[in-house]
Structures are given as C-alpha cells and as structure tokens.
C-alpha cells in the first residue's frame, strides 16, 4: 500500500526552497533549465529541480578557487573541527535526511535511516586526518642532504555522482577532499539532488565558509562543463562506464586526474562447506536491497553443483518473501528502482534473458502491478542456470536481479567470478580458512567480503578494479587521491 498523501505532504515540506548553491548565493533557478522530479514510489511529479548549466558551474568554479586560499590555510585542527561539527549536524538531522532519501530516490526507510550515518562516519575519520598528513623525510647519499616530501590539497575537486549514494556517497568524496584543504564543486545529479543540497546548506551552518561546497545540481550538459572546466584540479566521479568514458576523453584536454567508481556484476561464490542457511540468507537478500541498486551488490550466485538445489531453494524463499513496498513503510525491503525509465530498463534485461532463453526464470521477471503499478517497482527476480556469457550474467542490471550459475571446483568457481570485464568486489562462502584466502587472493575485485556483506566502512579502501574504475574511497587512500605530493630538496 502506498502513502500517496504522506509522499505528497513530505515532498511539500522537504523539498522547496532554492536549489543550487554556490559561493555565498542560493539560486532558484539555473541556466540548464527545469527537471521534473518525480516520486518513484508513486510515480507522480513532486518537485521542480532548477539544473545548472555552464554559466553556474563556471561561477561555482570560481567560487571554489577564491574559498581555496582560505580554506587551504585554515589551521589543520581548526579544518578537524569544522568537519566534526558538520558531522554533527548530519546526525542531528538524520531522520529528515533519511525521509529526503525515501522520497527522492525510494530507499527503503530502514536503509535511509541508517545512510546519514554512514556518511557522517566518513566526515569524522576524514576530520580526523586534517592535523595528521605527514609527508616523509628521505635518505640522500652520500651527500647527505636534507630531502623531504610535503603533502598539499590539489585546489578544485570536481565531484560528478549519481542517483544511488545520496549525502553518504557525498561524504564519502568530499570528506577526504575538505579535510586536506581543497574545496569543492558538487553536481548531483538532477533525479536525485535534495539530499546533497542539505549537505551544503549544513556545511555553511558548521561554519565551513562559503564557497568550500559548492552543489549544483544538473544533467549531462553541466557535468560536462565541469569535468571541461580548466579550474577543475580533479574530477570525483560515480557512475556508468559510458559516462566514465565520456570523462576520461573530456579530462584529456586539461590533463585533469579522475577517480572513478563504476559499476560491478560481482560473484558470490557458495562453497559445499559454507554454513548454507547463512549463505542462503544472504545471496537472496544483498543482492535485492534498495531495488537492487547498489554497485557492489553480490548479483552473479555462483553454486557448487553439490549445493545447488538447496542454496537455490532458500534463495527463491527469501527473495520471494522480502516485503516490496512503499520506501517510506518501515518494513520494506525492496522498494522502487529510481524512475520510469530504470524501470523500463531493467524489465527490457530481463525479458532479453527470456528471450534469448539465457536460464529459467525462477522467481519474478515482472514489474508489480495492484497497488504498486503506479510506481516503478520490479518484483525480485532469481534467474537459474545462467551461461556465464549470457548478457544478464555479464552486464549490470541495477535492479532487483540475480544471475544463478554452479560450478564443479575450486578453479572453475574463481574463473567464473572473474569472468566478467567488472572486478567491483566478489564475495566467498566457505568454512574452509586457507580456501577462503585463497579464493580472495585469486578473486580480480578491488573489495571481497568472506561469510558477510561488504559494509564499507570509513577506514576501509574501496574501489574496483577492470572496468569498475580507478582509484579508492575509504581509507588513508581515499584520502590520498586529493593531495599532491611535493618533494623539497635542500643540499647540505
Ligand atoms: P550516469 O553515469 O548516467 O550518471 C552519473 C553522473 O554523471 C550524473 O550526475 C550525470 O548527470 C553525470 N553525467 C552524465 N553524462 C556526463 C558527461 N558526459 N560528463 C560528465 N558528467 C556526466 O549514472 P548511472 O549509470 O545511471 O549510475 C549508475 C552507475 O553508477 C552504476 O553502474 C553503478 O554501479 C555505479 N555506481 C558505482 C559506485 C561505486 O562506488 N563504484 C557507487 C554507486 C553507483
């Protein structure tokens, strides 16, 4: 049952207000024209997003670069500090926040409420390094000179992310970049911006002057400018591998440097010996969480034949029993995919795989109808006996769809998870120690996760490998990304 007045109610209340920020100014309007926002779970326009074009982008630019000569020369601590107050804040206004994530992109609010969190956790560790870069002091012989390196902020960090992430994917790119002094254009993109404008709304009341963050929300065309922009010094980019392609090309010009977090189609490998109601659990319920739109979801099961019936047994009885409903139920599962057009996306891959009879559709395969056919809703889908070459086995669905293969060994099971041009993360279910190394060793994936989900915690590099982009986030790496390193020479 879906709460259309609630929505309508909530949108009227969370999402007014001007909607590009840039330096000191709020705009109400933008020179890339109007997107029409609409709910996902109700499939009705709630809200009008002004979208920046190349004149707000360039004036956010400018704004960045005069915020850098005084953000960069805050003292260290007193930067710490400014983080950990907007920290703060994101948690005092999690419950707002979360309810912006339902009603702007349809996360389940269970999962909504938790995502404020996540990204303060990443403002805190990132707050946490501001006083602590140290560069190194190298050894030069034989003439013993004093030689050593100095850590800097790059300057404008341009940050490109999409519909998924929210504030806490936000956090996860502009933390590291802030802590070390640079400042910060961000372009959200126009399905969903409201989250990521409370960010910079909240920056300014921690006190992190104006023009550190920038948020102008846009379509393609802005980020283009952005990424064309020469007083762009990096560009943080989340998205699909056809944009990322777009981007590297765009960055050559200016020779600007790219972190890129793509997409993955990540293995989850069920050994015999795995305790199997746990593996079972959890191969029918990660990958179906926020719709199935979460780039290291475990999306291609790989089974060994010996556990086959049984792991695909719980797979079906779980995914088949995860409450799919209104995001803003506290007891949703699986809500909407983010529009009308992933919907139609992601139901056109599925009916690819029936046609092409690539496996047999063994739960699923529809768009919900009844009471949730206004909305963009796709029943889990469990799709057994997959050719590891079939499209919905190589390519990535984001949405509610798992892939269902068996293996006979070890060495088949590892060249299946690899067999993909991905390599975002793989998962391994085993109560065998030196095989669930092994197997992670031999896994090509930037992030594996043994017997559990990958959480992606503050401290922990994340970021893939092969076609799933350059780069981390997380981690004293995340943070590296968005410094320079200078070497100081002084003959003795
Ligand atoms: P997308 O690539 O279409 O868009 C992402 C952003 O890029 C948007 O803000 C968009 O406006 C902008 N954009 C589009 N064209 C551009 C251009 N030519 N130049 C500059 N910017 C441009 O996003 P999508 O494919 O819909 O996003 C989903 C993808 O993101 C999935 O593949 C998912 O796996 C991936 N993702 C990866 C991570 C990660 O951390 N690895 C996290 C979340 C999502």
């Given at each position: 049952m879906i709460d259309a007045d609630r929505h309508r109610q909530l949108a009227e209340e969370l999402l007014g207000g001007p909607h590009l920020v840039v330096g000191d100014a709020r705009l109400?309007?933008?020179?890339?024209g109007v997107h029409h926002h609409v709910n996902p779970s109700t499939g009705r326009p709630q809200a009008d997003v002004p979208l920046a074009g190349a004149d707000e982008i360039a004036d956010a630019v400018a704004a960045a670069r005069g915020a850098f000569a005084v953000w960069s020369r805050w003292r260290p601590d007193e930067r710490r500090d400014a983080l950990l107050r907007l920290a703060a804040l994101v948690l005092r206004d999690a419950a707002t926040i979360g309810a912006v994530l339902s009603v702007e992109a349809g996360v389940p609010a269970a999962v909504a409420a938790g995502l404020p969190k996540r990204g303060a956790d990443y403002l805190s560790y990132y707050a946490g390094y501001a006083d602590k870069l140290e560069g190194s002091v190298i050894p030069i012989f034989p003439e013993n000179a004093f030689d050593y390196t100095r850590l800097e902020p790059l300057g404008v960090i341009g940050v490109i992310s999409t519909w998924n992430g929210g504030i806490s994917a936000i956090c996860r790119k502009a933390g590291p970049a802030l802590a070390v002094g640079n400042t910060v254009v961000v372009k959200p993109m126009e399905l969903a911006p409201f989250s990521v404008l409370r960010f910079a709304e909240l920056a300014l009341e921690a006190g992190i002057p104006p023009g550190v963050v920038n948020v102008v929300p846009g379509d393609a065309a802005a980020g283009q400018a952005l990424v064309a922009h020469?007083?762009?010094d990096k560009i943080s980019f989340t998205g699909g591998i056809g944009t990322a392609r777009k981007i590297l090309a765009a960055a050559a010009e200016n020779i600007t440097p790219v972190v890129l977090e793509l997409g993955g189609k990540s293995g989850n490998i069920v050994f015999p010996d795995a305790d199997l109601a746990v593996a079972g659990q959890f191969s029918g319920q990660v990958c179906m969480g926020?719709?199935?739109?979460?780039?290291?979801?475990?999306t291609r099961l790989i089974v060994h034949e010996d556990v086959h019936d049984e792991i695909l047994e719980r797979v079906v009885a779980v995914a088949g029993s995860l409450p799919l409903g209104d995001a803003l139920d506290p007891t949703t599962v699986v809500g909407p995919v983010i529009s009308a057009g992933h919907c139609q996306r992601v139901l056109g891959m599925i009916e690819r795989a029936r046609s092409e009879r690539?496996?047999?559709?063994?739960l699923g395969g529809r768009r919900a109808g009844g009471e949730l056919g206004e909305g963009f809703f796709v029943e889990p889908t469990v799709i057994d006996g997959v050719d590891s070459h079939a499209h919905i086995a190589q390519e990535?669905?984001?949405?509610?769809v798992l892939s269902v293969m068996t293996f006979a060994d070890e060495d088949e099971a590892v060249a299946l998870a690899n067999d993909?041009?991905?390599?975002?993360a793989g998962y391994v279910h085993t109560n065998d120690l030196r095989r669930a190394h092994r197997v992670a060793a031999a896994l090509d994936a930037g992030y594996v996760s043994l017997n559990s989900f990958a959480a992606l915690p503050a401290p922990a590099p994340f970021g893939g490998f092969g076609m799933s982009g350059i780069g981390k986030e997380g981690g004293r790496e995340g943070l590296l990304e968005f410094v320079r390193t200078k070497n100081v020479y002084l003959g003795m």
């Open positions: 109400a309007r933008g020179s890339g020469p007083g762009v926020n719709a199935g739109q979460g780039c290291v979801f475990p690539s496996g047999e559709i063994v990535e669905v984001f949405g509610p993909t041009p991905y390599g975002l």
